[in-house]
């Protein structure tokens, strides 16, 4: 097991009705900015809810941030939030609202062009930052308890991530009954992102940092969303689903499968490049190249692969390379039991895209994934088996 520090400030507030603790939650003196997505909140009640439970409080809102927030959106609501001195800010959305509010409650506070921290996550680090607060409506990203942000910017064609010591939420209300307006297509990238989050830190090669405990809870957040998927449908979705979807989701990702163990990532940032060059939804890039990296990688992550088979589908038949199989198509095939397309082709997209992404990697010198192991040539790789 790896040496760690664990912290996560963020207080959970979960539960039906729980939006209208938000006035004893945030100080009674705030300035608050309420940011706001593309409208889904005007349409399930929610945003009344907020409004009522801040009736007598000082606030102003922000609306537009896009699914994956975009940087000249939120540099407006910057330049708002520092012309009206405000001093607490109220994400009500999905991850984009989230990572989008942690934006701009960094750049609030920074001098030089706050796109460095995209550029330079060093500069980000402990990066000052106005006191945040998220009420979550979707469940995927974790980041209602996280400190991760993904900004993308358009004009360049990129989607990059920072985290700050600083923007963790000072709390999350969690209120299951806000994600039953979610069409199927948010749900399915939901469940894709957080078994993608549970893989990332749980399907390494295991030279380094393992640990039995966060194995065993791993597979735990992967067997949940194996079982409440059909049980997610927009027509009948249950309080009790919704509510272990939502609990689940943030658990993908607030740092408690992290403790002690390896981790790649590598996913996340072929999907990111995936997202800014083609903008498909940001689970639909990770149900495209999971599968992939795990047949590319497959012997490096051999002994975690089998583990992964076995205990989480019951693949006990075969041998290790059969085994192997059936767990990367038993990964394919609950992605599109969600009705979520697994194939570059299926998005028409080919091998120029391919070809741009291992260039991007290698003009960064990125070599991603647990030690640097995906290099750009793995990258290219991965793509093509995912075309
Ligand atoms: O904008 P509105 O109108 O609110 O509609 C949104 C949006 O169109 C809609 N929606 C949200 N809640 C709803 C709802 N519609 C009906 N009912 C509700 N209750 O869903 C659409 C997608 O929302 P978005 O916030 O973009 O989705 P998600 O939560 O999946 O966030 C995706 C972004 O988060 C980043 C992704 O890269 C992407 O930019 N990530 C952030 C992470 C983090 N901070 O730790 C980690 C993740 O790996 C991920 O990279
Ligand atoms: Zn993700």
């Given at each position: 097991m790896n040496n760690f520090v664990f912290t996560n400030p963020t207080k959970l507030v979960f539960g039906k009705g729980q939006i209208a603790r938000l006035a004893k939650l945030i100080p009674s003196d705030a300035k608050i900015m309420i940011t706001i997505g593309g409208g889904s909140i005007f349409n399930n009640g929610i945003y009344n809810q907020v409004v009522d439970a801040l009736k007598g409080r000082d606030w102003v809102e922000f609306r537009g941030i896009e699914p994956n927030p975009e940087f000249e959106t939120l540099m407006k609501a910057v330049e708002e939030a520092k012309e009206k001195e405000i001093d607490f800010l109220l994400a009500v959305g999905g991850g984009s609202v989230i990572d989008g509010t942690k934006f701009i409650a960094t750049a609030m506070h920074y001098e030089g062009d706050p796109w460095d921290f995209l550029l330079d996550e060093r500069k980000a680090a402990n990066a000052k930052a106005t006191t945040l607060a998220t009420v979550l409506t979707?469940?995927?990203?974790g980041s209602e308890m996280n400190n991760g942000s993904v900004i993308s910017r358009r004009a360049y064609g990129e989607k990059r991530a920072f985290h700050s010591?600083?923007?963790?939420?000072?709390f999350s209300i969690l209120d299951p009954e806000a994600i039953y307006s979610l069409p199927k297509r948010q749900i399915a990238n939901g469940i894709v992102d957080t078994f993608a989050h549970t893989l990332e830190q749980y399907l390494t090669d295991g030279t380094e940092g393992s640990a039995m405990v966060m194995d065993r809870w791993a597979e735990g957040l992967l067997q949940t969303l194996i079982d409440i998927a059909p049980k997610l449908t927009v027509e009948r979705m249950s309080y009790d689903a919704a509510a272990n979807f939502m609990l689940t989701a943030t658990m993908g990702l607030n740092g408690f499968v992290a403790m002690g163990v390896e981790q790649d990532w590598a996913t996340h940032m072929i999907g990111h490049e995936l997202t800014a060059l083609h903008s498909l939804d940001h689970g639909i890039t990770l149900a495209i190249v999971h599968p992939a990296l795990m047949d590319v990688m497959r012997e490096e992550k051999r002994a975690k692969l089998l583990q992964y088979g076995e205990r989480v589908f019951g693949i006990k038949e075969g041998s290790e390379e059969q085994r192997i199989d059936k767990a990367i198509q038993a990964t394919e095939m609950f992605y599109r039991s969600l009705g979520?397309?697994?194939?570059?082709s299926e998005h028409s997209i080919g091998e120029s895209t391919v070809n741009e992404i291992v260039k991007r990697f290698t003009d960064r010198g990125w070599r991603v994934g647990e030690r640097g192991i995906v290099t750009p040539e793995k990258v290219g790789e991965i793509l093509r088996k995912a075309l």
């Open positions: 979707l469940p995927a990203t010591a600083n923007t963790f939420p000072l979520v397309k697994t194939r570059l």
